[in-house]
């Protein structure tokens, strides 16, 4: 039954990756991969470059790509779910800790450590994508030649814009998507 | 009633917006989700969205549901977490659905990859910004250990690459050592 073997591949990236996007690939490949053959290793390759252009996270992203290629619709939609699955029942127990205990000082004093990490990994994800935006795939460099200058004046406007008028974040992503995107076509 | 089902409806259109331009993971959706439910709705507070957070992050799975979960959750019980995962999952799905079609000349297309480029430089800037406003408060906070563990935290994933889940623990750890530290001083000094 191949629906219930895409389900039990999908629930088990879904359990196993702890810790978002990244840590998630190597459970993929390894699954649609490596055991079961649905997908070429360029395809993989493929479908991670798909993932990381389109919205969303790379393991709902490849679960609707790989169940679409082996089983039409019905398998893209076993796939989501059983992706989900681990999330929606661990996610929903440490929810109802967390609202019932959440005055117990021990908790609070977790979540009082964890609050600034969160900042900082935000930061971090941050960080990323601008050294993204301003060199390219190649990172931070000193080498004046090698920076996007456009991305540098589209980042500042927008963090302008963000801090001064306080607009929709939706629409500064976007406006710099057409602007940056009209620019790019153009030189 | 109607008022109920106004939240509902809320829910799943910020949820669905929100994941649809969701592009790199679920440290830009937290920011994003941050300026919805926070800021805009005035749903969450800054604190609590912060501990969801680091919940989401904690769990296994995809940290954009898990954020979804806990925030339709904490609105509006089991029903809002079923709302917000419907309204976080179904972007993804229908535009893959779509590009999987045919996904090489998407891939390979120019306009695409040109507006994409674009659009690196506003989601860096979109995250600065939420980045400027919790950082600040927790300087602003001025409680040392805080600053440190937020340094220190980013120091780790950023240079040293150190897995999230282990910063996570130590983190974790270190708060609940320093609330300990800070109630037995407390009864101390209750007994003088």
Redesign the interface.
């Given at each position: 039954m191949i629906l219930l073997k895409i389900f039990w591949s999908f629930f088990q990236i879904?359990?196993?990756?702890?810790?978002?996007?990244?840590?998630?690939i190597p459970l993929i490949q390894n699954q649609v991969v490596t055991i079961h053959n649905w997908l070429t290793l360029s395809e993989f390759t493929?479908l991670i470059?798909?993932?990381?252009?389109?919205?969303?996270?790379?393991?709902?992203?490849s679960a609707?790509?790989v169940g679409?290629?082996i089983a039409g619709?019905p398998g893209?939609i076993v796939a989501?779910i059983g992706?989900?699955f681990?999330?929606?029942i661990?996610?929903?127990l440490?929810?109802w800790i967390?609202?019932k205990y959440?005055q117990l000082?021990?908790l609070?004093?977790?979540?009082?450590?964890?609050?600034?990490?969160?900042?900082?990994?935000?930061?971090?994800?941050?960080?990323?994508?601008?050294s993204?935006?301003i060199w390219g795939d190649n990172g931070f460099s000193l080498d004046f030649q090698l920076i996007n200058y456009?991305?540098?004046i589209?980042?500042g406007l927008?963090?302008f814009i963000?801090?001064k008028l306080k607009p929709?974040?939706?629409y500064?992503?976007?406006?710099?998507?057409?602007?940056?995107?009209?620019?790019?076509?153009i030189l | 009633m109607k008022s109920k089902n106004n939240i509902y409806k809320k829910l799943f259109v910020s949820s669905f917006?929100l994941?649809?331009?969701?592009?790199?993971?679920?440290?830009?959706i937290?920011?994003?989700m941050k300026?919805k439910f926070v800021d805009e709705l005035q749903w969450i507070e800054e604190?609590e969205m912060?501990?969801l957070?680091?919940?989401?992050?904690?769990?296994?799975?995809?940290?954009?549901?898990?954020a979804a979960?806990?925030i339709g959750?904490?609105v509006a019980g089991?029903l809002g977490?079923i709302i917000t995962?419907l309204g976080?999952?179904l972007?993804?799905?229908i535009?893959?659905?779509v590009?999987?079609v045919f996904?090489?000349a998407?891939?390979d297309n120019?306009?695409?990859?040109?507006?994409?480029?674009?659009?690196?430089?506003?989601?860096?800037?979109?995250?600065?910004?939420?980045?400027?406003n919790?950082?600040g408060n927790?300087i602003k906070g001025k409680d040392i250990i805080?600053?440190l563990?937020?340094?220190?935290?980013?120091i780790s994933?950023?240079y040293f690459k150190i897995?999230?889940?282990y910063?996570?623990l130590v983190?974790?750890?270190?708060?609940?050592?320093?609330?300990?530290f800070h109630?037995n001083k407390n009864k101390k000094d209750d007994n003088l």
């Open positions: 879904g359990l196993f990756s702890i810790g978002g996007g990244m840590a998630a493929d470059t798909i993932a990381e252009m389109t919205p969303g996270p790379i393991a709902i992203n609707t790509f679409i290629r619709i893209a989501t992706c989900i681990p999330s929606c661990i996610v929903s440490l929810a967390y609202f959440k000082t021990v609070q004093g977790i979540l009082s450590g964890l609050r600034p990490t969160i900042v900082a990994l935000i930061a971090s994800a941050g960080l990323t994508i601008f993204l935006a456009v991305s540098v589209m980042f927008a963090l963000l801090r929709n974040p939706i500064v992503m976007l406006g710099s998507g057409i602007i940056g995107g009209v620019i790019y076509m | 917006y994941s649809a331009f969701t592009f790199g993971g679920g440290f830009v937290i920011p994003l300026k604190n912060l501990n957070a680091a919940i989401a992050q904690s769990s296994p799975g995809a940290v954009a549901v898990n979960i806990l959750y904490r089991i977490a995962i976080t999952v972007p993804p799905f535009i893959i659905s590009v999987s996904y090489t998407f891939r120019l306009i695409v990859n040109a507006v994409l480029k674009g659009m690196q430089a506003g989601i860096a800037a979109v995250i600065a910004d939420v980045v400027i919790l950082g927790v805080s600053v563990i937020m340094a220190g935290a980013f994933t950023f897995n999230v889940v910063i996570i983190c974790g750890f270190i708060g609940s050592i320093r609330t300990l109630s």
